[in-house]
């Protein structure tokens, strides 16, 4: 029952600047129970209220402008420290990646992905956050 609990009030952040992407997520996410939000691009959520809200982030990590990446350094200098799930549609992570705090990162997921295994990753994300 907790998990349900945890899924009617968890805001999920979606940041990826291609629009089917987010439709496709924030649709999954809410036929699961979350409350989903989305954004364009980093910026966009950094100028938002979505930072302070956000229980777990999904971002695409190669966007114009300042990547998935680089949001989530920012948003560990302000003191946010948000479970992210990386999404790429690259074959090979970036190296960067390394920089990434590893009680953070719930996890990697190439595109195209499983709905299941997004879906396992938000949870696990959710897990890390309590």
Not at 67 to 88: A, C, K, Q, Y
Request: proline share 7%.
């Amino acid at each position: 029952m907790p998990e349900t609990k945890t899924r009617n009030t968890a805001v999920i952040a979606i940041v990826d600047d291609d629009e089917s992407v987010r439709t496709a997520l924030d649709a999954l996410l809410r036929s699961s129970g979350y409350h989903a939000r989305t954004y364009c691009d980093a910026l966009d959520f950094l100028n938002s209220d979505g930072p302070a809200e956000t229980h777990c982030l999904i971002s695409d990590i190669q966007m114009p402008g300042m990547s998935g990446l680089e949001l989530h350094d920012r948003l560990v200098t302000m003191g946010l420290r948000l479970p992210t799930v990386f999404i790429t549609a690259f074959p090979e992570p970036s190296p960067l990646m390394g920089n990434v705090s590893p009680d953070l990162l719930a996890c990697l997921l190439r595109k195209p992905f499983e709905a299941d295994k997004l879906l396992a990753c938000v949870e696990s994300a959710l897990r890390r956050r309590s």
